[in-house]
């Protein structure tokens, strides 16, 4: 790897790790702000030194919750939005039921969600489903619906069938656009989690949030937050990778 690739991609984001911390430091000691409200970050590195495996399994429940229900809402908001894009019919029908389902507060449903589910996990992965299923939708729908007239015509000039020009042509370029939204949906399938965990405190990073608020611990919510936060850059960079993984050519294309 060149020195250049290093520094930007190692380098750089590292820099602004620790200037944002630095910040945050900052901010606390010019301030005087109490600990009570925000807690300097040394504060939040001495409750990880304090309760490390509590916070490490409770980060590692709602970790599984995630990925379940990040894993379920890729799958799904794949499949839903290449039906939409098979029929001009179809999409007319079912995008206005599609919005409405996604403009409702999904604060709202978490209650209800406890009422049909039950106190498991079932209820915190379907709030993941919910809230980060839509991107993955409308981002696939908008790359199957931009593939350029040349290649379709490419396409039927090499006499292939309609799957053929499917896959081979309308979804390989669509692929870009299906990554952004899965890039999109990563933050909003923690939200989702912790909002879950929240409700329904049972175990989770959310419920140590829920907790810490009851016992006035700010310092312990600051480390679940940071705790979420870290969970959020790692997997964004993991869908990332995958991308430039599977779609190597796109970045070349853009440039």
């Not at 969600?113 to 696939?140: A, Q, R």
Request: charged share 10%.
């Amino acid at each position: 790897m060149s020195d250049s690739r290093v520094w930007s991609n190692a380098v750089l984001p590292t820099l602004g790790v620790i200037v944002a911390i630095a910040l945050w430091w900052l901010a606390c000691v010019v301030f005087h702000l109490d600990p009570f409200f925000v807690p300097s970050p040394a504060d939040v590195v001495e409750t990880f030194r304090k309760t490390p495996q509590y916070l490490l399994d409770q980060s590692w429940v709602t970790v599984q919750r995630v990925l379940i229900g990040f894993a379920i809402a890729v799958a799904a908001g794949l499949v839903i939005a290449v039906m939409l894009a098979a029929s001009r019919t179809v999409e007319r029908m079912a995008m206005p039921v599609l919005a409405a389902v996604n403009a409702i507060p999904k604060v709202a449903l978490a209650p209800l969600l406890l009422v049909w589910l039950g106190f498991g996990d079932e209820p915190k992965i379907v709030m993941v489903v919910l809230v980060s299923f839509f991107p993955v939708i409308v981002s696939t729908m908008a790359g199957l619906s931009s593939t350029p007239a040349d290649l379709h015509e490419l396409a039927r000039s090499l006499k292939a069938s309609w799957w053929q020009t499917f896959v081979k042509v309308r979804l390989t370029w669509a692929l870009p656009q299906v990554f952004v939204g899965l890039k999109v949906a990563t933050p909003l399938a923690i939200i989702g989690a912790v909002i879950g965990e929240v409700v329904n405190p049972d175990q989770g990073l959310g419920s140590v949030i829920a907790g810490s608020s009851q016992s006035s611990d700010t310092a312990l919510a600051f480390a679940a937050l940071v705790l979420l936060a870290v969970l959020g850059v790692i997997l964004f960079y993991l869908v990332a990778g995958l991308e430039r993984l599977l779609v190597p050519w796109a970045r070349s294309l853009s440039s």
